[in-house]
């Protein structure tokens, strides 16, 4: 093996692993060690720029840009209060339908994007009952990755899977959107065996739910109509692609466009609420996995996935599901899927497996294995972060005696789905 | 007064607000009301600033994170969530709310430098402190605006 391999892997590993220990911001470490494949030439700058997937990137900010609009509607705050009062002020009710509307939501918007605009709706809702957040909170990160699991758009290791194997948005939905349904409902069910004696509230605090008045939540009207007849265009779009064959960067790009032309005379304010730190690390991630596939590390990974495995189509898919479950639930399932892409390529094809199910597992793993623990994911690490402000901190244990048995079960689900559909 | 300098001295009141920083919100709160002010100088046993604390300061802590994210759910939020709020910080130090980094100005300073430091940072007050940053005294907008008047010559 010639020296670069050696160079390659430790410098990722050891990238890897500061990322993971969070000592330093992700971003940061992600570029500095995509500076390092180039500047020790692991590989050349235009190769690096290569293995930057563009329409990632520009399906990402597109829809950032999108949604950062959209929001100021006030529309899904809307629906959240519609929700609640659908519930009747019971408790229960509005737990279930506000776990479901985070899924739908989750499906559509990022995940972060979800939790920030539920939590606040969340702890009003709350507070009117009287009833102990907890319960919800820990339902809103559950719900939302396993709702972002349903789409393309829903979760960032869904777009880069979609982007990297040419999986459209249809067929995200096919065949994700069924497992996500699933989940949700099993999950849903396990959440209110487990908290029903939680969800009490008095009768008065019933009535000051069904006070609420849904209109209160919109701001603009205007900006509601444009952004929800871009919202549409843009879905049109990605329901189109098999037709018009345009890509995703390209449809959110232009949605971004058109909405920011009819709702906003000066873009900086738009531009600057794109999450670029998200968007940085992405790129130093991309040529930092390039890195590792240029001098053949990726390869002998695939190699050894498929002698473990022994090119068996049912051993392969399940370890990919499980595998990726128990990493995401360990480390941030974005670069875990970044370095998995080209595996699962190579494990094509070196093997001549097909590939479809072992997309659909790696997407289903890694969105769903993120809820084990507090620090699973991203919506994980920022629903936990608002509710210690609030006083009401997720301890670390304390999440994963609910979350474990959950996320298990959900993945159970899951390799039910998966044999049923795909392996036999 | 033709020939005025126009220094912080000759406008700075030295009667000065003043509170610990350990002091608590509620104590803060009475000293306000008392005074009837919007802002005191936090000072430490030595008389030396080390902050300022206005309503604005608290008031902000009083609002939750979720609700100053996402205004138009305060619409929604139960009405008793305000007192609580209340409740839950009145015994924590006013070194929590209070502003640490305070913008400060000498005796022998010229107005309009006092007056560049009010309009450029959009602060209502001054505190005027010697070269050991002991509190000597302190400026806010209505001083300033007595001494515009002394340039137009409006007695008050």
Redesign the interface.
């Known amino acids: 093996m010639p020296a670069m391999f050696y160079i390659a892997i430790v410098l990722f590993v050891f990238t890897y692993a500061v990322i993971i220990s969070e000592k330093i911001h992700r971003t940061i470490v992600a570029l500095l060690g995509a500076s390092l494949m180039i500047l020790l030439g692991i590989l050349h700058q235009e190769k690096a720029i290569e293995g930057i997937d563009f329409n990632t990137l520009g399906l990402l900010i597109g829809m950032m840009i999108v949604v950062g609009i959209a929001k100021q509607s006030?529309m899904f705050?809307y629906v959240a209060?519609w929700a609640a009062k659908m519930g009747r002020g019971k408790p229960i009710p509005i737990f279930l339908i506000l776990g479901g509307i985070v899924a739908v939501f989750s499906a559509f918007l990022d995940n972060v994007t979800t939790v920030?605009?539920m939590?606040?709706?969340t702890?009003?809702?709350t507070?009117?009952l009287?009833v102990n957040p907890k319960p919800f909170l820990i339902g809103t990160i559950l719900l939302s990755n396993i709702g972002g699991t349903a789409t393309l758009i829903g979760d960032p290791p869904n777009i880069l899977i979609g982007s990297a194997a040419g999986l459209t948005f249809n067929q995200f939905l096919v065949n994700l959107a069924p497992a996500s349904l699933l989940v949700t409902g099993v999950t849903l069910g396990l959440l209110y065996f487990w908290y029903r004696k939680q969800l009490v509230a008095a009768p008065e605090s019933q009535a000051?739910i069904m006070k609420?008045d849904p209109k209160?939540?919109?701001?603009s009207r205007s900006v509601l109509v444009k952004s929800l007849i871009v919202l549409g265009l843009v879905l049109v779009g990605f329901f189109t692609h098999s037709v018009t064959h345009l890509e995703g960067a390209t449809i959110a790009m232009a949605g971004a466009a058109l909405l920011m032309l009819l709702t906003v005379r000066e873009p900086d304010d738009h531009l600057r609420e794109v999450e670029w730190s998200t968007i940085f690390f992405f790129i130093g991630l991309f040529i930092l996995v390039t890195g590792l596939e240029e001098v053949g590390a990726i390869r002998m990974l695939a190699e050894k996935l498929l002698e473990v495995t022994g090119g068996n189509m049912t051993a392969t898919t399940l370890s990919v599901l499980w595998g990726s479950a128990i990493f995401s639930a360990v480390v941030d399932n974005i670069p875990f899927v970044a370095t998995m892409i080209p595996l699962i390529k190579d494990v094509g094809a070196i093997s001549g497996l097909p590939l479809l199910p072992l997309w659909w597992a790696l997407a289903l793993g890694a969105d769903i294995g993120g809820n084990a623990t507090i620090v699973g994911a991203s919506a994980n690490v920022v629903v936990s972060g608002?509710a210690g402000?609030?006083?009401h901190k997720i301890g670390f244990g304390e999440y994963m005696k609910v979350a474990v048995p959950i996320t298990i079960v959900g993945l159970i689900v899951c390799t039910i789905y998966v044999y049923l559909r795909y392996l036999i | 007064m033709p020939d005025k300098k126009y220094t912080v001295a000759d406008y700075m009141r030295s009667e000065v607000v003043t509170i610990a920083p350990t002091a608590t919100l509620s104590e803060a709160v009475a000293t306000m009301l008392s005074a009837k002010t919007n802002g005191v100088v936090v000072v430490d046993e030595n008389r030396r600033v080390a902050g300022i604390l206005s309503s604005w300061d608290f008031i902000q802590h009083i609002v939750p994170d979720y609700l100053e994210e996402d205004k138009h759910l305060a619409a929604f939020e139960s009405g008793d969530v305000f007192a609580e709020r209340v409740k839950e910080l009145k015994d924590d130090p006013i070194a929590k709310f209070m502003s640490a980094k305070v913008h400060t100005c000498k005796a022998n300073h010229s107005l309009m430098e006092a007056a560049t430091l009010l309009s450029e940072f959009r602060i209502r007050q001054l505190p005027v402190v010697d070269d050991d940053g002991v509190l000597v005294g302190y400026l806010n907008r209505t001083d300033i605006k007595k001494a515009i008047a002394d340039v137009l010559g409006l007695s008050a």
Not at chain 1, 216 to 219: D, N
């Open positions: 006030g705050q209060i920030l605009l939590v606040p709706v702890f009003v809702v507070n009117n009287k000051a609420f209160e939540a919109i701001s608002i402000r609030e006083g």
